[in-house]
């Protein structure tokens, strides 16, 4: 069992950054893939990005890539999303996810149905 504590979002204008930060406790932080994924009222949850154990491979949406940067720091349990040049449709609930595994495909970790354990998800807006 892991539990997840997301924390850093907010409000932003269009342009701005964010950092998100989700705290891993209650199991072996370095042994799962973690995630961050998002998700809009009356849409589904899908994916933003992910990362490997040991940060070695990173997956990144295409909507997101060159903007946003997945990291993590094993030795604080910590797994990061730094988001540049926000967007209106970068707005939802972004939820930080554990994979239980090292490693997965590109395509596995691109799934929600992947993702073991869920934190509770914080709020981003960009308005205009």
């Known amino acids: 069992q892991v539990q997840l504590v997301e924390s850093g979002g907010g409000l932003v204008q269009a342009g701005g950054s964010l950092r998100l930060s989700c705290v891993a406790s209650?199991?072996?932080?370095?042994?799962?893939?973690m995630g961050w994924l998002r998700q809009v009222p009356g849409k589904e949850r899908e994916f933003v990005a992910a990362i490997s154990w040991n940060g070695g491979r990173t997956y990144y949406a295409d909507s997101v890539k060159g903007r946003f940067t997945i990291s993590r720091d094993n030795a604080k349990n910590t797994v990061y999303l730094q988001m540049n040049s926000l967007k209106p449709e970068d707005t939802a609930v972004y939820y930080c996810a554990a994979h239980r595994d090292y490693y997965c495909s590109g395509d596995k970790c691109r799934q929600t149905s992947s993702y073991d354990y869920w934190g509770q998800g914080t709020q981003v807006t960009v308005s205009n």
């Open positions: 209650g199991s072996t932080f370095g042994v799962y893939v």
